[in-house]
């Protein structure tokens, strides 16, 4: 028999029979950053069938602090994250079958995602609150659980969304911290995203298992530099009138409305723009135009960088661009469609 999981086989609520069922699972993480990066690597180490990873970003300097499957050449070639973690995870566990995507998690992808290769579970590693309540959406129609994580500081929290079960997301609102630092202010320590990836990755190997009774079933959130612990139960938040849960849902965060098509990235200085309809760029081509213009254009197969003085310009082959050394929407627009029309 395989070696490879013999551990992991040897506890025993997983045993052989678990390992079974890990080995067929599909597992869906939604962000390759820090969270992401390690539920994946945790997750293709225990052996699952298949991972799905959606990425909008691509690999830069300070991401290398906390983001366990990037290196530096990644960073120097500017990798489209979801690029740089197949191509690691792939040496790791060469068995499992992945699935990189290079894009926004929206509701049209994620309903696509949801409904076409039926993951099993969702691991929300994103870094905003709309790309979470258009997961959580989606959880409740399409009936798959997610595990929401979070962290910013020393600071991270946690809970296991079960449709039909638990309050969700949208339920849970008023319970969980609002406002507060964001990874713009306050910085973020890796040790913070270890403890999340790993109250996160113990759910998800639960729930593929079957083992459903020792789900942790309380919202826990804790501070490992200042020391504090807490899981509270939340059961009793589960509103029935509820727009994503409740008796008669409309998921609010389906419909076309409330899909943005511009969005100010967090702690990252950038705003993203998405044009109407996707386009197909010949990356190539498009670097000549920019350099017949006098300007230092980049391009690898995924993306191109041009430098605009205090800008950078970044646009990917379906139109969809980056525009860094700005938080301001407007500003962004003027350089997108001065260049992209
Ligand atoms: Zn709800």
Not at 196 to 201: F, R, W
Not at 202 to 221: H, I
Not at 224 to 248: E, L, M
Request: with cysteine; hydrophobic share 35%.
């Amino acid at each position: 028999m395989n070696e490879r999981y013999s551990r992991q086989q040897l506890f025993a609520p997983i045993g052989k029979e678990g390992q079974q069922r890990i080995s067929i699972k599909h597992v869906l993480i939604v962000g390759a950053g820090a969270l992401g990066t390690g539920s994946a690597e945790a997750l293709v180490r225990a052996g699952i069938g298949q991972l799905t990873l959606i990425d909008r970003d691509y690999v830069e300097w300070s991401n290398l602090q906390r983001q366990q499957l990037y290196s530096e050449e990644d960073a120097k070639q500017r990798l489209p994250k979801a690029i740089a973690a197949k191509q690691r995870l792939e040496r790791i566990n060469s068995d499992v079958s992945i699935q990189a995507i290079i894009g926004d998690a929206n509701a049209e992808e994620l309903e696509r995602i949801a409904s076409e290769l039926k993951p099993d579970v969702i691991i929300d590693a994103t870094d905003n609150f709309e790309t979470r309540m258009t997961i959580n959406d989606v959880s409740c129609k399409y009936r798959i659980p997610w595990i929401y994580g979070a962290c910013v500081g020393s600071y991270g929290l946690s809970y296991t969304f079960l449709p039909g079960e638990t309050p969700c997301f949208q339920c849970l609102l008023e319970t969980l911290p609002a406002g507060g630092p964001t990874c713009d202010t306050a910085g973020i320590i890796s040790p913070a995203v270890q403890m999340v990836v790993a109250y996160q990755v113990a759910e998800a190997l639960k729930l593929l298992v079957g083992d459903k009774s020792s789900l942790r079933r309380k919202l826990v959130s804790f501070d490992v530099w200042n020391n504090q612990y807490a899981a509270i139960r939340v059961d009793q938040v589960k509103k029935s009138h509820c727009p994503s849960c409740g008796q008669h849902p409309t998921y609010p965060y389906l419909s076309y409305e409330m899909q943005t098509k511009t969005a100010v990235l967090c702690g990252r200085d950038s705003v993203q723009i998405r044009p109407a309809t996707k386009r197909d760029y010949d990356l190539q081509e498009l670097a000549q135009l920019f350099l017949r213009q006098g300007l230092v254009a980049e391009a690898n197969p995924y993306l191109l960088s041009v430098s605009l003085g205090d800008y950078r310009f970044v646009i990917f082959q379906d139109g969809r661009a980056l525009i860094h050394g700005t938080k301001d929407i407007q500003t962004a627009k003027t350089i997108y469609y001065r260049y992209l029309g």
